[in-house]
């Protein structure tokens, strides 16, 4: 074990005996050796716990614990405890590292000091609940914010795409200053649903396009059945919004987001479910929804597009959005059956044919899904904002900061090649003056063509299809 190691790697483990020891010995295998790895098993009684009590044994680096609470989110918080590095990296007993992986972290956090959590993507093999991938629920959650042009109150693409869909590192020292800890009340759930969203929106963060982290196992081998898995989900979230609403301003500022993860997150947890405990999950959604609709936290103008028709449906009767959603699952069964192609030691996803389609031709077809009302009003705001100027602007506006980090220039840097004054830059990356269609045209070039930020620009969302399609037309000159 490394006297002063430099990351700290937290695991808590449940019955994790046929994958667990792969996913430590890719991290034994790394390329760095300045690390530790901390295990906390819960109540394990499939052999996990034999498994974890001799890698301890054969490496110093590994450090094992038990912990009866029957709590994963309080085995996290065990773990943290115990961390000694400044950076700690909470991992699932699924994942595993590619074999550079704290390397490359060890580097962005010599380049970005000052960020508090550090995100990479996670590259997920592997299929959901009837052959709905990772892959595809990224796509779902990128497309529902593409389509809606409609200003956030906080970056809510980045924080979604970021709760499903990424593995972070975060300064332990942050983590006790903002007194971020995980839900951790006995029951159901990987239980951190509401330390992320947390340290997120609290944060400083910067963004790794790099992926660093497969997930080996994407789904659970059967549905769940416990009836305690709903109520402690929703707790969760409840636990969540009591944190949340510790600062008033951080509340407001993040309360449409904080409903649309709830949406989603349940959505997730509802594929999983056994048929009979379905309803009893869309009844306490009903009632939550409809509760945060009176308290003025959420209304039916903050639904996403992509969902819009369903969570009007479950507002009205959570008996007919069951059989809506009983009827969709069966069609996405049927349809997306994933295919496992292992070549040159690699995992890959491949999707039918028939789920590529054109953007245009995406966006109608889930039209068909809306209300004959809520299609036509979708139709027309799909029409306004094929190109958003006032969207994309202020979009910019939130994202120059951590773009500008990301290609390691300073402010002055940034206004020589923008053309206006540091004092000006300084002015437009603070939000005090607004970015005109010019500037946001000479940022998007300077980031989109960029190797750094290139990627982080199209997760974005800054460079959307309908512009490229204007930029590809080009302009017409009539000559004499």
């Known amino acids: ?88 990296l909470i991992l699932e007993p699924e994942d595993y590292l590619h ?18 959590v550090l995100l990479c993507d996670t590259e997920c093999v592997g299929s959901a609940a009837y052959g709905r991938s990772c892959v595809d629920r990224k796509r779902f959650l990128s497309e529902a914010n593409r389509w809606d042009g409609r200003p956030r109150e906080v970056e809510n693409r980045l924080l979604r795409d970021f709760m499903y869909n990424h593995t972070a590192l975060y300064k332990v020292d942050y983590l006790y200053e903002q007194g971020i800890r995980h839900y951790e009340q006995p029951g159901y759930g990987r239980q951190d649903s509401a330390f992320r969203f947390l340290a997120l929106v609290k944060g400083t963060p910067s963004v790794s396009v790099l992926a660093m982290c497969d997930r080996q196992v994407d789904a659970r081998k ?36 904080f409903w649309q993860a709830y949406y989603d997150r349940n959505m997730l947890l509802y594929e999983q479910l056994a048929d009979e405990l379905r309803s009893r999950l869309a009844q306490r959604m009903q009632a939550d929804i409809k509760k945060a609709i009176y308290c003025q936290e959420y209304s039916r103008d903050h639904f996403d597009i992509t969902v819009r028709h369903d969570m009007e449906l479950l507002l009205v009767s959570a008996e007919d959005f069951s059989l809506s959603q009983k009827k969709r699952l069966a069609e996405l069964q049927q349809k997306s059956i994933p295919i496992i192609d292992q070549e040159d030691d690699s995992l890959m996803i491949l999707r039918n044919a028939d789920d590529i389609n054109d953007d245009y031709a995406r966006e109608e077809s889930d039209l068909e899904y809306l209300s004959e009302e809520s299609a036509e009003c979708t139709k027309q705001r799909i029409q306004k904002y094929r190109v958003n100027r006032v969207w994309l602007m202020e979009e910019m506006t939130r994202d120059m900061a951590p773009l500008r980090l990301l290609l390691g220039l300073t402010q002055d ?16 990356e603070a939000g005090k003056k607004k970015v005109s269609w010019d500037q946001f045209l000479t940022l998007l070039f300077v980031f989109r063509f960029n190797d750094r930020t290139s990627a982080v620009v199209d997760t974005l969302g800054l460079y959307p299809e309908s512009l490229k399609i204007r930029m590809k037309k080009g302009v017409i000159i009539a000559y004499g």
């Open 1 to 88: 074990m490394s006297d002063r190691p430099k990351i700290s790697i937290i695991i808590a483990t449940h019955n994790s005996a046929d994958y667990i020891e792969g996913c430590v010995d890719s991290i034994l295998s790394q390329s760095v050796e300045e690390f530790e790895l901390i295990v906390v098993d819960v109540s394990s009684d499939d052999g996990t716990k034999d498994i974890l009590e001799e890698l301890a044994r054969e490496d110093a680096r590994v450090t094992f614990l038990a912990d009866g609470m029957q709590s994963l989110g309080h085995a996290k918080n065990m773990a943290l405890d115990h961390a000694r590095a400044p950076y700690v």
């Open 99 to 116: 074999m550079d992986a704290l390397e490359h972290f060890q580097q962005m956090i010599s380049s970005y000091p000052d960020s508090d």
């Open 222 to 257: 059967q549905r769940i059945s416990d009836k305690a898995a709903v109520t402690d989900t929703c707790n969760e979230f409840y636990y969540l919004r009591q944190e949340l609403k510790k600062d008033e301003k951080l509340w407001w500022r993040t309360r449409l987001v």
């Open 413 to 428: 840097e940034m206004s020589e090649l923008l053309g206006v004054s540091a004092s000006t830059y300084k002015s437009l």
